[in-house]
């Protein structure tokens, strides 16, 4: 038998050890299919695309494969959900499952950012730090002496707990403290990574407890990490994540958006005034002057400027501003100079040059005003609130191409890879090479595995277009359709999960359905949203009703959720300044931004929406779509109804209110 035969024979007995540790457990065919396709990839050193609906055990597909490859393997996901049962569920049952046979425990360790561990250095000094938090950015007057003093209060006390906590954790994790602190707390007591003067400088480098996970981590079989730190170790030259030679991305269709998000930077009048804050021991008089005068600057630019996307370069006032910050800013980190290893506070020196350094660097990519980048204006419709120039990369396919895949394998898979039955789009989002040809399932360097789903969506549920609907015009939810989403609820009787496209349609439609039936009716925004899930997947009568966030993490298998209604096709908002800006660009290239950058991002969305309902192989209900434009748009329409699961479709009303009085054992 040859070494690739007993790696193979090896592989099936890990991942048949592992099913069966569960009663009744048995390896699936996807599952199977997908960690043999693992095996090879990395025999192969090719990339691999893999969507796997869900039931089909994708988790352990990856992880068993894993343990065969020398050296730490690392696994990325999207959500604190996925990471949190890898680490807790899965990845222990796995160890103990292959233990005997592997003649040793498999090692896995989590990695997060530096932000998510207590940082000894800042804790000495978390008594003498005033939070530079909104509840200190008015004086007490403004805020009700009262109030300020009780939060005040309540601050130190989570300090004080955070200081014992301190004297028994052997990890630092925030996770790991229960009962938790809000964020402002723990920014006293905690460090990012920007601000980080490193081990070898820091005096307290040897009982530092991000350098202790960094550690576990290289010694580890198994790596669990997120999308937003890969990203950001994919930007800082990978010098944060151990030297791997197969990455998994788990929730793959994810992974552009938080590469775009960590590339993203931008400039407020809070963040120049922290930075002036945090440097103003350190440089003359005149200079620290400037910096608040330019932050005044950009509070009158950003007043006077509209929101949304900037298209012809900064406004005057803005632009004004701006220069002004980046001229403070040299100066400033002039002034302060290196880091030396006599500095009597190199920790404080570091926040200092930090910040001033990120404003700096945003301050020049704006003037720069590259034709890679797009920069907005954000500031709320109406009142006070948040207000901030913002620039991000156009596309970051360029830098996944270049950053992502050198010198190791990547597996990225999903329950949602293919749009319109073929993986070409999401494999261009996410760097790799087109296919060689419309039809191919492979490009150059890479290649592509549907392994299907366990469960019989024909069977399990309907797919119901209201065609007869008007085509949605504006915000909110029309009379026609709120008539149509209440006669489904009625007919089932609740068990119902709403997917709204803004707030105000979630709102109404809530008050639609308490007004005229006496269904309980859960609203996001009303309550904490795991106590919302919770009751929704108790309580079978109960809807719950919400918007963008619900699309894509709730889980409720059962009769709790038989019921799925989508009001209108989750197209980016003309507004929203990245998509436009990427529409725009394939305009202007002779192609049709709709095409290649709104209807690709609706479809992802649609069919993680869909994904609510058949969550296991005993479920059964009904997927609604209020859009009509699903079944009667030319092109489009059929695009996205390919990117879902197959289920029996329909678009006649009496179908799919007969099939919900039956699910609800009505006559």
């Not at 940082?119 to 003498?128: F, G, L, S, T």
């Not at 660097?361 to 704006?366: C, S």
């Not at 789903?453 to 399990?460: G, T």
């Not at 479709?649 to 009496?654: D, H």
Request: hydrophobic share 40%.
């Amino acid at each position: 038998m040859t070494a690739t035969t007993r790696r193979k024979a090896k592989a099936a007995d890990l991942l048949g050890a592992a099913v069966g540790a569960v009663p009744g457990g048995a390896a699936r065919p996807g599952q199977q299919e997908m960690a043999n396709a693992i095996e090879r990839a990395v025999r192969e050193k090719e990339h691999l695309l893999v969507q796997a609906g869900t039931g089909t055990g994708k988790s352990l597909a990856y992880l068993t494969p894993s343990l065969l490859v020398d050296g730490p393997v690392v696994v990325s996901t999207a959500t604190l959900a996925l990471q949190n049962q890898l680490v807790e569920h899965d990845l222990p049952r796995l160890a103990d499952a292959v233990e005997p046979m592997l003649g040793r425990r498999p090692k896995f360790a989590v990695l997060k950012g530096r932000h998510h561990y207590l940082c000894v250095a800042k804790m000495e000094h978390a008594d003498e730090e005033e939070p530079t938090d909104t509840l200190f950015d008015a004086a007490p007057a403004q805020r009700g002496g009262t109030q300020w003093l009780g939060e005040a209060g309540r601050l130190g006390k989570q300090i004080q707990r955070l200081q014992a906590w301190a004297e028994k954790t052997t990890t630092g994790d925030r996770d790991e403290l229960d009962p938790g602190v809000d964020d402002t707390a723990w920014r006293q007591v905690s460090m990012p990574a920007r601000d980080c003067v490193g081990a070898a400088r820091c005096p307290y480098g040897q009982e530092c407890f991000a350098e202790a996970s960094r550690t576990r981590a290289r010694e580890a079989d198994i790596v669990v990490t997120n999308h937003s730190l890969l990203a950001v170790d994919m930007l800082a030259e990978r010098n944060i994540v151990p030297p791997h030679k197969l990455l998994v991305i788990d929730e793959a269709h994810e992974l552009a958006e938080r590469v775009s998000s960590a590339s993203q930077a931008e400039l407020s009048p809070e963040s120049v005034e922290r930075a002036a804050k945090r440097a103003r021991p350190l440089i003359p008089q005149p200079v620290a002057e400037a910096l608040a005068e330019a932050a005044d600057a950009l509070t009158v630019g950003l007043g006077d400027a509209p929101a949304g996307r900037i298209t012809t370069g900064l406004p005057p006032m803005l632009a004004q501003a701006v220069i002004l910050i980046d001229q403070a800013t040299r100066q400033a980190l002039s002034a302060i100079g290196e880091i030396k290893t006599d500095d009597p506070d190199p920790v404080r020196k570091q926040q200092a040059k930090a910040t001033l350094d990120e404003v700096s660097e945003t301050t020049r990519r704006l003037l720069e005003e590259s034709d890679f980048d797009v920069a907005w204006v954000e500031k709320p419709d109406v009142g006070s609130g948040r207000r901030a120039l913002v620039v991000a990369p156009l596309s970051v396919a360029g830098t996944l191409a270049n950053k992502l895949y050198d010198e190791r394998t990547v597996v990225a898979t999903s329950a949602t890879l293919t749009l319109g039955g073929r993986f070409d789009t999401v494999a261009r989002s996410l760097g790799l090479p087109a296919p060689r040809a419309p039809q191919d399932t492979s490009g150059e360097g890479w290649t592509s595995l549907d392994v299907g789903s366990p469960f019989d969506y024909p069977k399990q549920g309907i797919l119901y277009v209201a065609s007869h609907l008007p085509r949605p015009a504006a915000s909110g939810l029309p009379d026609k359709a709120g008539e149509e989403l209440l006669e489904l609820v009625q007919a089932l009787g609740g068990a119902t999960l709403g997917l709204f496209s803004s707030r105000r349609a979630a709102t109404q439609a809530a008050e639609l359905v308490r007004a005229r039936t006496t269904l309980p009716v859960l609203l996001q925004g009303e309550e904490a949203l795991p106590l919302l899930v919770r009751r929704f997947r108790e309580e079978r009568a109960t809807c719950l009703f919400g918007v963008m966030s619900l699309w894509q993490g709730v889980d409720v298998p059962g009769e709790s959720c038989q019921l799925v209604v989508i009001d209108r096709l989750p197209f980016p908002r003309p507004d929203e300044p990245l998509a436009a800006a990427r529409a725009a660009a394939v305009d202007a290239a002779g192609g049709s931004g709709f095409s290649a950058v709104s209807v690709p991002i609706a479809a992802i969305r649609l069919a993680q929406g869909v994904g609510r309902l058949i969550r296991s192989t005993g479920d059964k209900g009904v997927v609604a779509v209020l859009d009509s434009r699903l079944e009667t748009a030319r092109g489009y329409g059929a695009f996205l109804r390919e990117s879902l699961p197959p289920f029996w479709y329909t678009t006649r009303q009496e179908v799919a209110v007969g099939a919900l009085k039956r699910l609800a054992n009505k006559p």
